[in-house]
């Protein structure tokens, strides 16, 4: 099993829709999440973090953790054709204070249809 | 202009050459990573440094060497660079201190022919 796995895609929605990108996680110690976009032949952008249980919105991006099952989501609400990019979930896996690491998915691509 | 930096951001090079990638930031951090990404793959760490004396080995550090010049700075070298190395490479930075958030800079597209 892999430490971070996402759902590769394509992922394609309808512009102004709601897009749900998923991603879960093997180390149940894990207590930091991070969503990254990349746009092709550009590198990661940290646009979302999430550090305890529950959601967290900004803008028209929320997180949603789900530490019980061991899944990390990321919707990006009225979609635009801007948002079109690969997404990368990154958690830290087996690291503490001190020792900050963090094991990243292979990312899902996201098309946003005008 | 750009907190984190890296150069070269794109080279061309042979089998069996050496080559270094530079990487420096004005963010004050004291952690500094090296990454490599392959379609498929994602992104495997190589190499990482939380202060100057630090160095420690990612997944995939054969083949790799790194130098922590400074706190600002960070290099990766191929020693006798092979095809296979071929990749997109970046370099990141964080605070650390209890906080796992990673930025990164604009990439060196590196070609081993």
């Known amino acids: 099993q892999k430490e971070v796995e996402q759902n590769s895609g394509p992922l394609s929605v309808p512009e102004g829709a709601i897009a749900s990108l998923n991603c879960t996680y093997s180390?149940?110690?894990?207590?930091?999440f991070f969503w990254y976009r990349q746009y092709s032949g550009k590198s990661p952008e940290l646009i979302m973090f999430?550090?305890?249980?529950g959601d967290k919105e900004d803008g028209r991006f929320t997180a949603q953790l789900n530490k019980a099952s061991q899944y990390v989501s990321l919707l990006i609400r009225d979609s635009q054709p801007s948002d079109s990019a690969t997404y990368l979930c990154?958690?830290?896996?087996?690291?503490?204070?001190?020792?900050?690491?963090?094991?990243f998915g292979t990312g899902t691509r996201l098309t946003i249809i005008p | 202009d750009a907190d984190v930096t890296q150069t070269p951001r794109n080279r061309i090079t042979k089998t069996g050459k050496r080559i270094m990638l530079e990487c420096s930031q004005t963010?004050?951090?004291?952690?500094m990573y090296w990454y490599r990404q392959d379609p498929g793959l994602g992104l495997r760490l190589i190499y990482y440094?939380?202060?100057?004396?630090?160095?420690n080995k990612g997944e995939i550090s054969d083949g790799y060497s790194v130098s922590r010049q400074a706190q600002a700075k960070f290099s990766l070298s191929l020693e006798s660079a092979i095809p296979n190395q071929t990749a997109l490479y970046f370099c990141?930075?964080?605070?650390?201190?209890?906080?796992?958030?990673?930025?990164f800079g604009p990439g060196t597209r590196l070609t081993v022919t």
């Open positions: 440094s939380f202060d100057v004396k630090d160095i």
């Open positions: 990141a930075t964080s605070l650390g201190r209890g906080t796992y958030e990673q930025y």
């Open positions: 999430i550090y305890s249980n």
């Open positions: 990154a958690v830290n896996i087996g690291s503490n204070f001190g020792n900050e690491k963090l094991t």
């Open positions: 963010k004050g951090h004291d952690r």
């Open positions: 180390d149940r110690g894990s207590q930091s």
